[in-house]
């Protein structure tokens, strides 16, 4: 594992969306720049890097940059996304699946039970900024929920905690993995709901060393093997 700088030719360099908080990516931030400790990116997108015959490069870009770096070919790839999340997934290569996921949607206390995006009232919805909610798009198009941009889920957690927000939404390995590590919050976040489950796939720049169908290779292999799901079982 490496960050950019390194001299070595055989890199496969791997974008790390800024916004990106644990368990995809557990960082040290020191003066803006970016250091990776672990995360389930970084050890699953090593682990398809050695499989190749690679070293995994790693560097967090600004999401609203992430296209640029990677349609450029100075970043390789760009996992855990999907293309209804980019402006133009045309103009990338993708993958087949990546991980499985959902994003959660949860109420305030008090609030009516949620089962259903039937249940949702008029209020404030924290979101992470540039990023897309296809499942809630009708809802904002209408002035149901009125979005509320913070920097990453963190953040918007800390705002739904005091009260600045109506909703969030958060994705599920985020929320999971927040309860692991402070149980306490179940009695916050317990009026909550699947908004939309779907797989990430990864967007690969037509300019890198590898093709989709060797990259795909090396996920099969490390699943097969077991690697995969082990890496993911210590994030649980």
């Not at 050890?43 to 296209?67: C, T």
């Amino acid at each position: 594992m490496a960050f950019i700088g390194s001299a070595n030719a055989a890199e496969l360099r791997f974008v790390l969306d800024h916004s990106i908080s644990a368990p995809l990516v557990i960082a040290e931030r020191q003066a803006d720049q970016p250091g990776a400790k672990g995360g389930i990116l970084v050890d699953l997108e090593s682990a398809i890097a050695r499989e190749l015959g690679y070293d995994a490069v790693f560097q967090s870009i600004p999401r609203k940059r992430v296209e640029e770096v990677l349609q450029s070919g100075s970043m390789h790839v760009l996992c855990h996304t999907r293309p209804v999340w980019l402006k133009e997934p045309d103009k990338l290569q993708w993958s087949s699946g990546f991980l499985s996921t959902a994003n959660l949607l949860v109420r305030n206390k008090g609030g009516q039970k949620l089962r259903s995006l039937q249940d949702l009232t008029r209020g404030k919805v924290g979101t992470v900024l540039g990023y897309v909610y296809p499942e809630l798009q009708t809802q904002f198009q209408s002035g149901l929920l009125a979005r509320d941009d913070a920097e990453n889920e963190v953040t918007n957690l800390a705002r739904f905690m005091a009260n600045r927000v109506d909703y969030f939404i958060s994705e599920q390995l985020f929320l999971d993995y927040q309860l692991l590590k402070k149980p306490e919050l179940n009695a916050f976040v317990s009026n909550r709901m699947v908004a939309d489950k779907f797989e990430t796939r990864c967007a690969m720049s037509k300019l890198t060393p590898v093709s989709v169908t060797q990259f795909d290779a090396a996920v099969a292999n490390l699943k097969k093997r077991g690697e995969w799901d082990a890496i993911l079982v210590t994030y649980r």
